[in-house]
């Protein structure tokens, strides 16, 4: 779609965002409606607390940046290669679980995780195709999807995971609406 059809990379992932909306909303709604039959009081989430919105929009663009990210990484390396670059997936988020969660690691966890990084720097320097704006972007993407996934597990205490899908879906494609404009201008 990217190389072929000249789609850019903000198009499709404005549309990957729609159809998640679309689908999220769908079930979400009918949840609501469901529990409205069902005389069931909705879980005390409240969406709209400032915290929950500030959290949701930060969620948002992480996850635009996510989507874009890994497809300008697919677009210029391999998809073998991008799927190597996550494979230090577990280093970050041991790294900012630490950070934004408190949670500890043990030593044994982070020694295992050097094989890992070894084996990265290995691919990376052994690939025909390597190019740098490639490779960043897909360690971005994986940095991003890291951080995500953590500040998610924080604010899932308080909103449900298909809300959390549906809101940042919603909140991804006007972060993306901008970059789509500039793009075609």
């Known amino acids: 779609i990217l190389s072929e059809l000249g789609a850019t990379s ?23 409606l469901k529990e409205k039959n069902d005389g069931i009081r909705s879980q005390s989430e409240s969406p709209f607390s400032r915290h929950i919105r500030s959290t949701l929009l930060v969620l948002a663009l992480l996850r635009s940046s996510s989507v874009v990210l890994g497809l300008v990484s697919l677009k210029h390396v391999p998809a073998s290669f991008t799927e190597t670059i996550k494979s ?14 408190g949670m500890r690691t043990s030593p ?10 070894i084996g990265l720097v290995v691919c990376a320097h052994a690939e025909i195709s390597f190019n740098a704006l490639g490779f960043w972007a897909a360690v971005l993407n994986n940095i ?10 924080k604010v899932l205490a ?3 995971p298909i809300r959390l899908q549906f809101y940042t879906s919603v909140l991804a494609i006007f ?3 901008p970059f789509i404009l500039y793009n075609d201008a």
């Open 108 to 117: 044994q966890v982070l020694c295992s995780l050097l094989p890992v990084m």
């Open 144 to 153: 991003v999807d890291c951080l995500q996934n953590v500040v998610s597990k």
């Open 175 to 177: 972060v993306q609406i």
């Open 158 to 160: 308080k909103v449900t």
């Open 88 to 101: 230090t997936a577990p280093l970050f988020t041991v790294y900012f679980q630490h950070i934004l969660l």
């Open 10 to 32: 903000h198009q499709l992932g404005c549309l990957q965002m729609v159809a998640t909306s679309i689908f999220g909303g769908v079930k979400v709604f009918s949840n609501t």
